[in-house]
């Protein structure tokens, strides 16, 4: 996940360059989204329990692998 996770900043930054958008305000707004996305996994986490950490990490797999699959198929498409 890690490798994932950087990927999508890598392309995060890229695209930020290529807008040439302001880079305090791009900066406090990820931060404040990944803090936000962090309380929330930690939240639903916490009530999932270890009973079902192996089923989420499938899932999680699973979502990340479909998600990539189609941002391929959509930079194919556009050729």
Known sequence: ?????SL???????????????ALPVITAIALQAFV??????????????????RAERVGGIALIMLSAYLVAE????G
């Not at 999508?8 to 302001?22: C, H, K, V, Y």
């Not at 996305?37 to 192996?54: D, P, T």
């Open 75 to 78: 930079q194919l498409a556009r």
């Open 37 to 54: 996305a962090a309380q929330l996994g930690l939240a639903i986490g916490a009530r999932i329990g270890e009973r079902w950490r192996e």
């Open 1 to 5: 996940m890690g490798i994932s996770i």
């Open 8 to 22: 999508d900043e890598l392309a995060i930054g890229f695209s930020i360059g290529l807008t040439r958008l302001p």
